[in-house]
């Protein structure tokens, strides 16, 4: 293809034409490829509208973009995030855990309990998380052993684990606990200017983002996500990752308890209620396709941030609370149709271009 240069008022001015008639890309094209390029990466097109949304209630009102009201945005989606990073595992296989929440008010409880009959804090918030992924496993054998989807047999143990929670308190907050103790104000406490619990996310997101990136674990993930016949067929055992999995996200909801437990110093039976579809939202607002196939942890924190921005952005806007629910179903909606659009539109790009 023959290009001609026709100089224009100096080196500066030099504009590029073809002789076929077709235009040479511009300034205007690279921008436009690199905003495509951006939204390819599945955690961008969330991480550019939660940055537009905060961006749009600082607008508003300039408070908001204070240090101490963004630090206490990331805090409030701390417990959804580390549950929604595990969930993007289980949903990257095609399953739901829709106990999570349930798990975190229960390890919450448990604990509680515990250093209320003098165990030491460290001690029982270690058994708050081996109890979480105890439950865990609880709903990994129901699948396994009942052949039901993971979808139904943590529906049940939704009810069963909060009921438990309940039961064990006596419907009633437990508190009394030693609040000067290093469990609570280490990890209830702030560190380099972040909540310690922020740099918990911080790390869980690292860790995860390698096993599911680079380990074998992480391959076979994704693999029986994408075609679970295919990946049968290669030796990949489907039961053993999906007991794996469930109980890696018990472990990671017994986390966020134990780290909820630390800042709020009480166990409150309901708490954590509505976390498991706050995690499915981050989820897939994130990037994580209900199809399974892929998944992205940082997309699924950044997920939990966004809808912990709508949050606290309803309450500068005088929403009253009742509209809170309405709204953030609206924003997941939204955010899950531009998604879906987005990737629609790369599906027939790419198919002009095998054409």
Same mark, same amino acid.
């Given at each position: 293809?023959?290009?001609?240069?026709?100089?224009?008022?100096?080196?500066?001015?030099?504009?590029?034409?073809?002789?076929?008639?077709?235009?040479?890309?511009?300034?205007?094209?690279?921008?436009?490829?690199?905003?495509?390029?951006?939204?390819?990466?599945?955690?961008?097109?969330?991480?550019?509208?939660?940055?537009?949304?905060?961006?749009?209630?600082?607008?508003?009102?300039?408070?908001?973009?204070?240090?101490?009201?963004?630090?206490?945005?990331?805090?409030?989606?701390?417990?959804?995030?580390?549950? #929604?990073?595990?969930?993007?595992?289980?949903?990257?296989?095609?399953? *739901?855990?829709?106990?999570?929440?349930? !798990?975190?008010?229960?390890?919450?409880?448990?604990?509680?309990?515990?250093?209320?009959?003098?165990?030491?804090?460290?001690?029982?918030?270690?058994?708050?998380?081996?109890?979480?992924?105890?439950?865990?496993?609880?709903? #990994?054998?129901?699948?396994?052993?009942? #052949? !039901?989807?993971?979808?139904?047999?943590?529906?049940?143990?939704?009810?069963?684990?909060?009921?438990?929670?309940?039961?064990?308190?006596?419907?009633?907050?437990?508190?009394?606990?030693?609040?000067?103790?290093?469990?609570?104000?280490?990890?209830?406490?702030?560190?380099?200017?972040?909540?310690?619990?922020?740099?918990?996310?911080?790390?869980?997101?690292?860790?995860?983002?390698?096993?599911?990136?680079?380990?074998?674990?992480?391959?076979?993930?994704?693999?029986?996500?994408?075609?679970?016949?295919?990946?049968?067929?290669?030796?990949?055992?489907?039961?053993?990752?999906?007991?794996?999995?469930?109980?890696?996200?018990?472990?990671?909801?017994?986390?966020?308890?134990?780290?909820?437990?630390?800042?709020?110093?009480?166990?409150?039976?309901?708490?954590?209620?509505?976390?498991?579809?706050?995690? !499915?939202?981050?989820?897939?607002?994130?990037?994580?396709?209900?199809?399974?196939?892929?998944?992205?942890?940082?997309?699924?924190?950044?997920?939990? *941030?966004?809808?912990? #921005?709508?949050?606290?952005?309803?309450?500068?806007?005088?929403?009253?609370?009742?509209?809170?629910?309405?709204?953030?179903?609206?924003?997941?909606?939204?955010?899950?149709?531009?998604?879906?659009?987005?990737?629609? +539109? +790369?599906?027939?790009?790419?198919?002009?271009?095998?054409?």
């Amino acid at each position: 293809m023959e290009e001609n240069t026709a100089p224009s008022g100096g080196g500066r001015g030099a504009q590029t034409t073809r002789t076929d008639g077709g235009e040479q890309p511009g300034r205007g094209a690279g921008v436009r490829d690199l905003g495509r390029r951006a939204l390819a990466v599945e955690s961008n097109s969330v991480l550019i509208a939660t940055i537009a949304l905060i961006l749009f209630i600082g607008i508003c009102h300039p408070d908001f973009l204070t240090w101490d009201q963004l630090k206490e945005v990331v805090q409030n989606a701390v417990y959804v995030g580390i549950i #929604a990073a595990g969930m993007a595992f289980l949903i990257s296989m095609r399953e *739901i855990d829709l106990s999570v929440g349930s !798990i975190f008010g229960l390890s919450i409880v448990c604990s509680a309990l515990l250093m209320q009959h003098g165990w030491n804090p460290w001690l029982a918030g270690l058994a708050g998380v081996i109890l979480a992924g105890g439950m865990g496993l609880v709903n #990994a054998v129901a699948v396994q052993l009942i #052949a !039901i989807p993971a979808i139904v047999a943590t529906l049940a143990t939704l009810s069963m684990f909060r009921g438990l929670a309940q039961a064990l308190s006596d419907g009633q907050q437990v508190t009394g606990l030693p609040a000067q103790n290093s469990f609570f104000t280490f990890l209830g406490g702030d560190k380099l200017g972040l909540p310690v619990s922020v740099w918990v996310l911080i790390l869980v997101v690292i860790v995860l983002t390698a096993v599911l990136r680079f380990t074998p674990y992480g391959y076979r993930v994704r693999a029986i996500g994408s075609n679970p016949e295919a990946a049968t067929f290669s030796g990949i055992s489907i039961p053993r990752t999906r007991v794996q999995t469930l109980v890696l996200v018990g472990l990671l909801s017994g986390v966020a308890g134990m780290l909820g437990l630390a800042f709020f110093i009480s166990g409150d039976p309901n708490i954590g209620t509505g976390f498991e579809l706050q995690a !499915i939202a981050a989820a897939v607002i994130g990037g994580t396709p209900l199809r399974g196939g892929s998944a992205t942890v940082v997309g699924a924190v950044l997920g939990a *941030i966004l809808l912990s #921005a709508v949050n606290s952005g309803l309450a500068y806007f005088n929403v009253p609370v009742n509209w809170s629910n309405f709204a953030t179903g609206a924003v997941i909606l939204t955010a899950v149709a531009l998604d879906s659009l987005i990737r629609g +539109r +790369r599906a027939l790009r790419r198919a002009a271009l095998d054409g």
